[in-house]
C-alpha cells in the first residue's frame, strides 16, 4: 500500500467534511435549556460536536456537511422551543 493512500485514509477517519456553524438562540436560560439543545442535536445524523451555551447565547454546532445542513440543524434547535436569530 502506498503512502499517498494511507493520507487519504486518515483525512477521511479525521472528518474532512467537518463545517463549524456557531448559532446566535434566544430564550436559553439555564443549563437544563443547553442540555435539551445539547440532546436534541447529539440525536441528529452528522452531528459531532454541540455546545449550547446560555449565558452567550450560542449553540456551536460541528457537523459533517454531506449528512447535514444548517437549515436542519437550525429547526432542530427551534423544535426544542428557542429561536434561532442568526
Ligand atoms: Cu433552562
Redesign the pocket.
Known sequence: MCLGKIHDILFLYKGVNDMEKVFQVEG???G??EKRVNTALSAVEGVSECKADASTNTVRVVYDEAKVNETTLASTIEDTGYDVIG
Request: proline share 0%; charged share 0%; glycine share 20%.
Open positions: 436559553m436560560m439555564c437544563g435549556c
